[in-house]
């Protein structure tokens, strides 16, 4: 009997016969959803892809035909399959591996891949220098679970269906992104499912490639001879390919958006290990856009893809109907979309991932910014308490957007302030804004903040004080507070600035600042390169004034632990203090 324990690599999956290959999905679901229920990860994805990976791995020769997967979620199973195995049957090393495709891991990943749409262009990549170099292996991209719905994807396309040789593009199916999805491409989908690929409407075919559809693409024996019949292609070919989200497990078929990523859950019942506090950045700000769109047709809420991340949820999906819009993981039809809203007199709010808008750079620049078009963008996990893959970090935004003339880019400190800015940003009509939801867990202050930031900006002094001054931006306001007690501890009358603008500088309070302070500490969580710090540096550089800035060196830093990072970027009270004391003595 073949168990887990048996399957060190590709190699040892290729000596099974059929029956014995079909034997291993069911103790991968098993340990898939043990690991899973326990640590958490994407859920649904994988259990899809059990007898897909299965097949491909059995049917391919890796590492020497290269499979690339997009979005590299869906990849676990290719992890276990890949000499990986203890990382999902061993609670030991479940933290040993990524939640993503990672070369470092195993040769037989090709990319680190956590955003989405760029498989195609990347295996297309692949395929050019296969072909430059005279080589001759197979290659496979995954696409879909949402995918299919970026602008890189079809032009991923287009191109490969220009391409010579072995190409083939596998369109996992599973009729989900993150949530529903949504989008003429996938109205084809659903037609050629349908009609079991025969539809004479079909958008593959249209753009050159071969097809082939396999209508039950958690069938391991079709699979297999459905790879076997197309793997010598010598030309593009989409293999599309029919699957259950959440194959295997009942819970996650049913609720196949709350599955596709989750925290700890109990897997009996499914039900979460802890109940999440309703009392968030996100649930507020959705509350608060929800009121709106009751009030006023003319507000619409758009999402790239990620509704979830901007807590909304089917019910309130369905009760703002056509004032809610999801374009699909296209962040730049959304910055472009909201613009256009916004140039016709509407409202648009898009709500967006710190990390996902930087593929939209030339939309926030060339459509809405050099437009001035008075659209809301609403920024979530832009922090270093954010998210923490490598492929997901959120603390490069201040150093993206502030720079972008028009944008005014407001960091709210507290929940209170966050609602006064947000409510502003919507009702105003004369500058594209920019809103960073504060990092970590949500703060209230019980004060009351100005209802209009249309005098640009002008900071706020939370406390005045002499000799040092703090001016500490969104999140780090509250360290900067901190690092004044520190400072008062040892005879340092610190003054508290509040910022509020990251796109701007209050030159008249700065010249202020020269009167009577010495030293001036910038405080951002993000980036330093670029960031905000980098704008008080530069004014003060002709003056006598010390300049210290505190934010995060410009790094790539992969699942990091919060306090590690913070005290070796110095972002403590006691180090600041520390270093301020220095320069003061």
């Not at 050019?128 to 949402?146: Q, S």
């Not at 950045?281 to 769109?293: F, K, P, R, V």
């Amino acid at each position: 009997m073949i168990t887990l324990d048996d399957i060190h690599s590709t190699a040892d999956i290729k000596r099974l016969d059929l029956a014995q290959l079909e034997s291993l999905a069911t103790p991968i679901r098993d340990a898939l959803l043990e690991k899973l229920s326990h640590h958490g990860g994407h859920v649904g994805p994988n259990l899809g892809m059990v007898e897909l990976t299965l097949a491909l791995h059995y049917v391919l020769d890796l590492p020497t035909d290269k499979i690339v997967y997009d979005v590299s979620h869906q990849s676990y199973v290719h992890k276990m399959l890949t000499g990986r195995m203890e990382a999902f049957t061993d609670p030991k090393q479940y933290d040993s591996v990524t939640g993503f495709s990672n070369p470092a891991e195993s040769d037989t990943d090709m990319f680190t891949i956590g955003h989405t749409s760029t498989g195609v262009s990347l295996a297309g990549g692949l395929a050019t220098a296969r072909n430059l170099r005279g080589e001759n292996y197979r290659i496979a991209v995954i696409v879909g679970d949402g995918s299919l719905s970026g602008g890189e994807a079809f032009e991923g396309l287009d191109h490969a269906a220009t391409l010579k040789g072995n190409f083939i593009v596998i369109v996992n199916d599973n009729q989900m992104s993150i949530a529903e999805n949504h989008g003429g491409i996938y109205d084809n989908l659903q037609l050629l499912r349908e009609t079991d690929g025969q539809a004479p409407c079909n958008l593959f075919k249209a753009m050159g490639f071969d097809y082939r559809y396999v209508a039950y693409g958690n069938d391991l024996s079709t699979l297999v001879k459905v790879l076997e019949d197309v793997k010598d292609t010598d030309r593009p070919i989409v293999l599309h390919v029919n699957t259950q989200k959440g194959k295997g497990y009942a819970p996650a078929e049913a609720e196949r958006e709350r599955f596709h990523f989750s925290a700890p859950f109990d897997r009996r019942s499914g039900a979460r290990m802890q109940t999440p506090n309703a009392l968030t950045y996100s649930e507020i700000t959705a509350s608060y856009l929800m009121q709106m769109i009751a009030e006023d047709p003319t507000v619409t809420v758009i999402t790239a893809g990620t509704p979830g991340a901007i807590d909304f949820g089917p019910e309130r999906r369905a009760t703002a109907g056509s004032q809610f819009i999801d374009v699909g993981i296209a962040e730049q039809e959304a910055v472009a979309l909201a613009s256009g809203i916004a140039k016709g007199g509407g409202k648009p709010y898009f709500g967006v991932v710190s990390s996902f808008l930087q593929r939209a750079y030339d939309q926030l620049s060339q459509d809405l910014a050099i437009n001035n078009s008075p659209a809301v963008i609403g920024i979530y996990y832009g922090s270093v308490f954010g998210m923490n893959d490598v492929t997901h970090l959120g603390w490069f935004d201040i150093a993206l957007i502030s720079n972008i003339p028009n944008i005014v880019y407001l960091a709210p400190t507290c929940l209170e302030e966050h609602l006064a800015m947000l409510d502003w940003a919507m009702k105003q009509n004369r500058y594209p804004v920019a809103l960073r939801l504060p990092g970590g867990t949500l703060k209230e202050t019980g004060r009351k903040y100005p209802a209009d930031y249309s005098d640009l900006n002008a900071y706020m002094v939370g406390h005045r004080g002499d000799k040092v001054a703090l001016i500490g931006a969104g999140t780090f306001y509250s360290l900067a507070e901190e690092a004044a007690a520190k400072l008062k501890e040892s005879g340092i009358d610190a003054t508290v600035i509040n910022p509020r603008f990251l796109s701007g500088l209050d030159t008249q309070l700065l010249d202020e600042l020269t009167l009577d302070h010495t030293v001036v500490a910038t405080l951002e969580d993000g980036v330093l390169d670029g960031g905000f710090g980098e704008k008080i540096a530069r004014y003060y550089g002709a003056s006598d004034m010390k300049v210290l800035c505190y934010g995060l060196k410009k790094e790539f830093v992969d699942r990091y632990r919060v306090s590690e990072l913070l005290e070796t970027n110095r972002l403590t009270a006691p180090q600041i203090a520390a270093d301020i004391l220095k320069l003061v003595k």
